[in-house]
């Protein structure tokens, strides 16, 4: 069975612009949830999906945003970058929520 | 509100010999823990859990992990350490109300030849 993919692995932005990074689920499993990880501030919860519905959201500005598609899919947007939004983003899905989560290779970020 | 706490940046330890990475956490009600592996460049991979039941849990690679309610702790262990156990350790928890997992800091763990 395919593990959580995200893509793209590795982008470089400059200030002001947005991005949006994919994640396609274990096969079945209906929860996505994304964390970003950087050097200082360790793994922080951004937000998690069940059904096309957010269910969590951690402590980070609106410019953070992010979706689940009927197939499980799921997508996070950021906009207006900053030179802090430079980090590791990290996905990772469950069959249902409460259940592990199981990550992705993630997604290398750079804003410069 | 949940936390978790790993009170080591880095722990070292001599090949062969046995090894702890401690975790601590404060949580409403009953928990769920976890303990993930991160190897340089990687995502985190799950190593074991605890939902209920027996307090020594098995995991992935010879792991184990005590859960102890009382110190509220879920401390990581493994009888002999290979130097390819060398990685970043991270402690999670979940409310059993279905919140969101949260991770503690990391520990790096330093397997020496």
């Known amino acids: 069975k395919a593990g959580v993919t995200q893509t793209p692995r590795y982008l470089i932005k400059t200030r002001g612009q947005q991005v949006t990074l994919s994640c396609s689920p274990i096969?079945?499993?209906?929860?996505v949830s994304w964390y970003q990880q950087t050097p200082g501030q360790g793994l922080q919860f951004l937000f998690e999906?069940?059904?096309?519905?957010?269910?969590n959201k951690g402590n980070f500005p609106g410019r953070f945003s992010g979706r689940q598609f009927s197939n499980s899919r799921s997508e996070m947007n950021v906009s207006t970058l900053e030179l802090g939004d430079s980090a590791l983003y990290l996905c990772a899905s469950s069959p249902t929520l409460g259940n592990t989560i199981y990550f992705g290779e993630g997604s290398w970020l750079t804003v410069v | 509100a949940q936390s978790v706490a790993q009170p080591e940046d880095q722990v070292n330890v001599a090949e062969g010999n046995p090894l702890t990475v401690k975790c601590t956490y404060s949580?409403?009600?009953?928990?769920?823990l976890f303990w993930y592996v991160q190897y340089p460049n990687r995502g985190l991979q799950f190593l074991l859990k605890?939902?209920?039941?027996?307090?020594l849990v098995k995991g992935s690679y010879g792991f184990e992990a005590e859960f102890n309610k009382s110190q509220t702790s879920f401390h990581l262990k493994k009888p002999s350490a290979l130097v390819s156990d060398s990685a970043l350790y991270f402690c999670?928890?979940?409310?059993?109300?279905?919140?969101?997992?949260?991770f503690g800091k990391g520990t790096r763990l330093h397997i020496l030849p």
């Open positions: 999670a928890v979940r409310d059993i109300r279905g919140d969101k997992i949260i």
């Open positions: 999906y069940f059904s096309e519905t957010q269910r």
């Open positions: 605890y939902i209920t039941g027996d307090n």
């Open positions: 949580v409403s009600g009953n928990p769920y």
């Open positions: 096969s079945g499993h209906r929860s």
